[in-house]
């Protein structure tokens, strides 16, 4: 199976910080995904990233995120000023298509 | 408005018991159906699509399209079972693949 790996698997910061999380897929799929489960809560779908460009995102996705994939192999994700209520666990993953899809095993992120 | 439901938070079985895990969806449109299964500290994995129609670990779901219902179940539980189950969609085809998920259920087989 493909592995997904994620860096780091926990992050703590103080409110109003910036944090860049990673992903890094180690294979030639083309769609990544960004997604976060807050404590207690389902899934969500953040972004989907292909082509080197979004190609979707939901409402949660605000100015205060960003992602891009600055080196061809890393995936990031940006958070500028993050809220106490950006506290989750993000999930990256990564597809060849609009199928299955390969789960990292998550950045549990906590705002101060 | 695209949602999927898991009713139950939390299913406790015997092992040796049949097992059901409900899923019901909204979607207007051709969705792909998909069970993801959560063990222990591991990463979310997929266990099951309704294209391919397999049975893994003993698991089956059938979609069926007039109640939107997509349940997962297995004849006779084992305790390597116990996971948490989550019930996903997808638009089937044209689409960035991005997934709704349901809440989750956990599932406890006890010996």
């Known amino acids: 199976e493909p592995e997904v790996t994620q860096t780091p698997s926990h992050q703590v910061t103080q409110m109003g910080q910036e944090v860049i999380l990673r992903c890094v897929p180690i294979s030639n799929h083309l769609y990544f995904y960004w997604y976060r489960q807050i404590l207690g809560q389902k899934v969500e779908f953040l972004v989907s990233f292909y082509n080197n460009e979004i190609s979707e995102k939901s409402e949660i996705f605000d100015d205060q995120f960003s992602v891009e994939r600055p080196d061809g192999s890393n995936f990031t994700l940006k958070i500028r000023s993050t809220k106490l209520e950006d506290s989750a666990m993000y999930f990256c993953?990564?597809?060849?298509?609009?199928?299955?899809?390969?789960f990292g095993p998550g950045t549990r992120l906590t705002v101060l | 408005a695209q949602r999927v439901t898991q009713p139950e938070k939390l299913l406790s079985v015997f092992k040796g018991a049949p097992v059901e895990l409900k899923c019901n969806y909204s979607?207007?449109?051709?969705?792909?159906l998909f069970w993801y299964v959560q063990y222990s500290r591991q990463r979310l994995q997929l266990l099951l699509r309704?294209?391919s129609r397999e049975s893994i670990k003993g698991f089956t779901a059938d979609l069926n399209k007039g109640e939107t219902s997509f349940h997962l179940k297995k004849p006779f539980a084992q305790e390597e079972d116990s996971a948490m189950y989550y019930c996903?969609?997808?638009?089937?085809?044209?689409?960035?693949?991005?997934?709704?998920f349901g809440q989750g259920t956990t599932l406890q087989v006890k010996p």
């Open positions: 996903a969609l997808s638009r089937r085809s044209g689409n960035t693949g991005k997934l709704i």
């Open positions: 979607y207007s449109g051709s969705p792909e």
């Open positions: 993953a990564r597809a060849q298509g609009a199928g299955e899809q390969f």
């Open positions: 309704h294209i």
